[in-house]
């Protein structure tokens, strides 16, 4: 598919009517007000800390907005990365991606070095943006994080999500911001233990320092065409994650590949310090 861009401005909201445009478009995109960002919310992390970015075209309507609030974890200060979020009809153009990058931009020039995020893992577009184009890592799962959601786009399974890591300053992140990613080898994926595949029972015994978990490629079709089915992806991608993260693994990229036939998989690597 070839990606078109739009001609988009994006910068800090500076007023009550960037607020309200985010919190519709909030409504627009997820339909679901129990889970929106209020405008008291966004507010206050525009003023104290935070950064509340919105991308508008002439003449000023709102298509993509992204929200982070300031945070503290081991006495460091990071922002964590609420929502990021763009209108229908502008997905696949590249705002989100330079929405993000407008946001480690500010955050870099605040003296915010990490920023985290959560996403739903049965999303495999979501996760290529994030691991593979963003560079995040993840080393986390929480389950059924935001509890059970009235949005259509759960269709009632828990709300499970991975925790992104996005550090500012690290190699991966600068390469991948310039528009670079590493080379994927066919061949070597064939080389590379798989922990499950088809949504089936994970391999929890696996050894070796590099290993594959498959993912669902559409789960939205997957939903509407066989709830149960994604629901087992879920607990799949749920044990095996929780498992070899303690075991000291991370996820460090997302591979999609259309031939010869599609696919979805997470990249799990041993972490350094606990390898050997």
């Not at 006495?75 to 929405?99: C, D, I, P, Q």
């Amino acid at each position: 598919m070839v990606m078109t861009e739009v001609d988009v401005a994006i910068r800090r909201a500076s007023g009550i009517e960037d607020y309200l445009a985010a919190v519709e478009l909030q409504k627009e995109v997820w339909g679901d007000d129990a889970h929106v960002a209020t405008l008291p919310m966004l507010l206050l992390a525009g003023k104290y800390g935070g950064c509340v970015l919105v991308a508008g075209q002439s003449p000023g309507r709102l298509i993509g907005f992204s929200f982070a609030i300031l945070g503290r974890e081991a006495g460091k200060l990071f922002w964590w990365s609420h929502m990021t979020a763009v209108g229908e009809g502008y997905r696949n153009k590249n705002v989100g991606w330079r929405l993000k990058l407008k946001q480690r931009q500010e955050a870099l020039a605040s003296g915010i070095e990490k920023i985290c995020w959560t996403f739903d893992p049965l999303q495999a577009v979501n996760a290529h943006f994030n691991i593979h184009k963003l560079g995040v890592v993840v080393r986390k799962y929480e389950s059924n994080a935001y509890g059970v959601s009235g949005s259509f786009l759960h269709r009632g399974l828990p709300t499970d999500r991975l925790i992104a890591e996005w550090n500012l300053n690290s190699e991966r992140v600068r390469e991948r911001s310039d528009g670079g990613s590493p080379p994927l080898i066919l061949r070597d994926l064939d080389r590379i233990p798989r922990i499950s595949g088809g949504g089936h029972e994970p391999n929890l015994g696996l050894s070796e320092d590099v290993l594959l978990l498959e993912a669902p490629v559409n789960v939205t079709d997957l939903k509407q065409m066989d709830l149960e089915r994604a629901r087992r992806w879920q607990q799949t991608i749920r044990t095996a994650c929780q498992h070899y993260f303690a075991g000291g693994f991370s996820i460090t990229d997302f591979i999609r590949l259309d031939r010869p036939a599609p696919g979805a998989f997470y990249l799990f690597e041993r972490n350094r310090e606990s390898a050997g």
